[in-house]
């Protein structure tokens, strides 16, 4: 199970990015997909959640801005919108084949399989 981030950078406050994950070694349409961030001193926290089941969960600090989408070349986008400075983090991919509960699932340990990430960088 390979999965490799894209699309990170430095953007202006107010401006959009899009992040792109390739997986790869397995049908990942059967797996849950996630989007988490990290920035310097805190915890990985969990941003966007795309579930086998098309079910689609958002943290409450990007609901309305972030949008988290699969693509019919095994990619999982991250379109970042209004972006804020606070969204400054490293960014990762995450998937998983068992089922997660609801309360885990913006949770690092319920994931399996995760990327290396890709740095987004929001200027004020």
């Known amino acids: 199970v390979q999965l490799v981030e894209s699309g990170g950078g430095l953007v202006q406050a107010g401006r959009s990015l899009r992040l792109s994950c390739v997986a790869s070694g397995y049908h990942y349409r059967t797996y849950n997909m996630a989007w988490f961030r990290q920035s310097p001193g805190k915890e990985r926290e969990g941003v966007a959640v795309?579930?086998?089941?098309?079910?689609v969960t958002y943290a409450d600090a990007v609901k309305g801005r972030f949008t988290i989408s699969r693509t019919a070349t095994n990619d999982v986008d991250l379109q970042m919108d209004s972006l804020k400075p606070e969204d400054t983090a490293m960014y990762y991919c995450?998937?998983?084949?068992?089922?997660?509960?609801?309360?885990?699932?913006?949770?690092?340990?319920?994931?399996?399989?995760w990327g290396q990430g890709t740095q987004v960088n929001v200027s004020s």
């Open positions: 995450a998937a998983s084949s068992i089922f997660i509960d609801p309360w885990a699932k913006l949770v690092q340990g319920a994931w399996q399989y």
């Open positions: 795309d579930e086998a089941d098309g079910t």
